[in-house]
C-alpha cells in the first residue's frame, strides 16, 4: 500500500495484540533525492519513529510491541512533496488466548 507523505491510515483493532510487525520502503515513483520518516502510534501515542529511508533503499522489517491498542496509525513524513511510503505486508500479532 502506498501512502503519500502527510497521510495517515488508521487500523481499528479489537482484541488482544501484542505485537505490530510490517516491511516499509520509500515507494519507487517518490523524487530521487526524497528522504521519509514513519511514526507509528497506538491510540494516539508514538510508539516509533523510524529512521529517514532514502529513494534507492531496500525495504527494512519494524517490529514492535503492543499493550492492547484499539487503533494503530501509520504516519509518513518527508522532507520533499511528492514522495510516498510503501507498507509491505502489516501485521498486527494477536495475543493468544487459553
Known sequence: MAVPAGAM????LTG???ALAL???LSPDSPPNAQMVV???ADGRQLALSPPFKAG???RF?????????TITLEPDSNIPGA????IDPVALRE???
Open 62 to 70: 519494524m517490529e514492535m510491541p503492543l499493550s492492547d491498542p484499539k
Open 96 to 98: 493468544n488466548t487459553p
Open 23 to 25: 516491511r516499509v520502503a
Open 57 to 59: 533503499d531496500p525495504p
Open 16 to 18: 488482544n495484540f501484542r
Open 39 to 41: 511514526r507509528i502510534l
Open 9 to 12: 491510515i488508521d487500523f481499528s
Open 84 to 87: 510516498s511510503m510503501l507498507f
